[in-house]
Structures are given as structure tokens and as C-alpha cells.
């Protein structure tokens, strides 16, 4: 069993950057690919980032160039760096674990996710 902990959500005005945080349990965070999605009132949940056990990293393309995927396995942590951030960035951030090493985009393919962090930019 894993347990995921977002924070560093909150509201930030458009331009600026924001880091989310993702604390999980367990002693075999290392071996998990670790994801970033999204979920915006009015809309469908979507993926945002992914790095695998061994460091690969995947974005969506509305992200890609302004955010990054990092993870420190040494403290269970993985990261969401968010720079330039725009109103359509507004939405509950979310965390998820997969037990499969290699990165996804469905998140079908995810066993564990956290609680959702708010990040709010208004327009």
C-alpha cells in the first residue's frame, strides 16, 4: 500500500511559478513510475507528467517547455515545477503511483493517487 500527500498548491497570478510536492509512503517508491494529472471544473481529468523509475519524463503538450516531472527517491518526494503559469492551468492537481517502473499517460495505469492540491491562477 502506498499514500500519496500533495501540497504546494495554491493561487498565483499568471507568469509566475509554482512547485508542487508529492510525499509518498513505502519502501518501494524508488521501483514506481510517478504521474501529475489534473482535473479542471467542467472537464475531464488529464494527464500532465509522468518520470519513470529511472528518470524518463513525458508531458502533455499544453505543459510541455513550462513545467517539469522530478523525483527524489532518497526522500520519497516527487515534484511538479510549473513555470508561466496561465489560467487554463487552474485545477486540482493530483499525484498517482504506478506499480509498472515505466511512465504512462492513461490513468488507467495507476494504483495509488493522493488527495489533489488546488492551483488556481486567475485570468
Known amino acids: 500500500q502506498v499514500q500519496l500527500v500533495e501540497s504546494g498548491g495554491g493561487l498565483v497570478q499568471a507568469g509566475n511559478s509554482l512547485r508542487l510536492s508529492c510525499a509518498a509512503s513505502g519502501r518501494t517508491f524508488s521501483t514506481y513510475a510517478m504521474g501529475w494529472f489534473r482535473h479542471a471544473p467542467g472537464k475531464e481529468r488529464e494527464f500532465v507528467a509522468t518520470?519513470?523509475?529511472?528518470?524518463?519524463?513525458n508531458y502533455a503538450y499544453s505543459v510541455k517547455g513550462r513545467f517539469t516531472i522530478s523525483r527524489d527517491n532518497a526522500k520519497n518526494t516527487v515534484y511538479l515545477q510549473m513555470n508561466s503559469l496561465k489560467p487554463e492551468d487552474t485545477a486540482v492537481y493530483y499525484c498517482?503511483?504506478?506499480?509498472?517502473?515505466?511512465?504512462?499517460?492513461?490513468?488507467?495505469?495507476?494504483?495509488?493517487w493522493g488527495q489533489g492540491t488546488q492551483v488556481t491562477v486567475p485570468s
Open positions: 518520470i519513470s523509475w529511472s528518470g524518463n519524463t
Open positions: 498517482a503511483a504506478s506499480q509498472s517502473p515505466v511512465g504512462s499517460s492513461l490513468s488507467r495505469q495507476y494504483d495509488y
